[in-house]
């Protein structure tokens, strides 16, 4: 039985794509484990409001510390 070429390929490419995939590690964390950072402070939140300022600051040191930009 003859192929044509392009059945051997998509063939090759369909072994190659599961031979790849077969490769990821399923299951918790994966392939790609995440990073997880907590920031805190006791003024975040006064009399029942929300602090905008505090919040960002917050937000802001929590994002340096995640990623390691400089401050």
């Known amino acids: 039985m003859l192929y044509s070429r392009r059945e051997v390929m998509s063939t090759l490419m369909a072994a190659a794509v599961a031979h790849a995939a077969s490769d990821l590690k399923l299951g918790i964390p ?37 990623t390691g930009a400089p401050a």
Do not use: D, T, W
């Open 30 to 66: 994966g392939p790609f484990p995440g990073r997880v950072v907590a920031v805190n402070s006791e003024n975040s939140i006064i009399s029942g409001q929300y602090q905008p300022e505090v919040i960002k600051k917050m937000m802001q040191k929590g994002m340096l510390a995640l």
